[in-house]
């Protein structure tokens, strides 16, 4: 049932990512590929600790913690990279 859980989650995440590229005017915000990467896979930490937590899986918990740091560090990486091009 969790990897079931996970696979749906997984399928939105791709559909929340299409969402955070667009601005609330409905033009699109240019976002390079490490900033798209980066908040998909903070989103699905987030999502992966709280399942970890509905389960009581302390290791997926501790997954989905870490997946969040790396997503946050990954969206860093695009936006650093978004600065020096002169887009921000």
Known sequence: MEEAYLLSVEQN???VTRN?????TGQEIAMNKDQVKG???????????KVGE???????QAEGLSNQAEGKVQKKVGDVKEI???NR
Not at 41 to 46: I, L, P, R, Y
């Open 20 to 24: 955070l590229m667009a601005h609330p």
């Open 84 to 86: 020096a091009k002169g």
């Open 54 to 60: 509905a389960v009581g899986s302390r290791q997926q």
């Open 39 to 49: 908040k998909a896979k903070e989103v699905g930490g987030k999502v992966q600790q």
């Open 13 to 15: 995440l791709l559909e």
